[in-house]
């Protein structure tokens, strides 16, 4: 399985992104996946979690702000980030929910006040 993650960038305190996770290989179907984060100097902690294609959980710093879904004809998975916040800053990766798979680049997540 390979992944891919893209849609970073740099945003204000307040605006929005939506980053996308395309899945390619041997995973024919998405429906255990995650979205996790890593902040300069900090350890990779999970954002944010959906299980069997339509249960999900979010991290509480996240939680009404970030959505996580799936659309399997385009086997990507997307993280929509709204009212986004300085402390969001950090790359971000998809992978599976114990770090299943190999981590991918990551996409970069700054924002500015």
């Known amino acids: 399985v390979q992944l891919v993650e893209s849609g970073g960038g740099l945003v204000q305190a307040g605006g929005s992104l939506r980053l996308s996770c395309v899945v390619s290989?041997?995973?024919?179907?998405?429906?255990?996946m995650a979205w996790y984060r890593q902040a300069p100097g900090k350890q990779r902690e999970l954002v944010a979690q959906?299980?069997?294609?339509?249960?999900?959980h979010y991290e509480d710093s996240v939680k009404g702000r970030f959505t996580i879904s799936v659309d399997n004809a385009k086997k990507t998975m997307y993280l929509q980030m709204d009212s986004l916040k300085l402390e969001d800053t950090a790359v971000y990766y998809c992978?599976?929910?114990?770090?299943?798979?190999?981590w991918g680049q990551g996409t970069q997540v700054i924002v500015s006040s």
């Open positions: 959906i299980t069997k294609g339509i249960n999900t």
């Open positions: 992978n599976g929910p114990r770090g299943t798979y190999s």
């Open positions: 290989g041997t995973m024919t179907l998405i429906q255990n």
